[in-house]
């Protein structure tokens, strides 16, 4: 019955939460897998948004292709 004897680390993780937030850290980067999976969202967030500010361009310009003159 590991569920029933199991130790409350609600106090625990409360006061880590707590005195990291009194440092201004921001919540999603208390964790330490926050960085594990930040890290694939920003560069996906990142690339998305430099991708559709070069294709932007390139539609202004006229071209309708990634590459190439066409």
Same mark, same amino acid.
């Given at each position: ?5 199991? *130790?409350?680390? @609600?106090?625990?993780?409360?006061? !880590?939460?707590?005195?990291? +937030?009194?440092?201004?850290?921001? =919540? ?11 890290? *694939?969202?920003? @560069?996906?967030?990142?690339?998305? !948004?430099?991708?559709?500010? +070069?294709?932007?361009?390139?539609? =202004? ?10």
């Amino acid at each position: 019955m590991g569920l029933i004897n199991a *130790p409350n680390k @609600v106090p625990e993780n409360q006061r !880590f939460y707590q005195q990291a +937030y009194k440092q201004h850290t921001r =919540i999603w980067n208390i964790n330490s897998r926050s960085s594990k999976l930040l890290i *694939p969202y920003y @560069v996906l967030l990142w690339g998305t !948004f430099g991708g559709s500010m +070069y294709m932007m361009g390139r539609k =202004i310009l006229g071209y309708n292709t990634w590459f190439g003159k066409n």
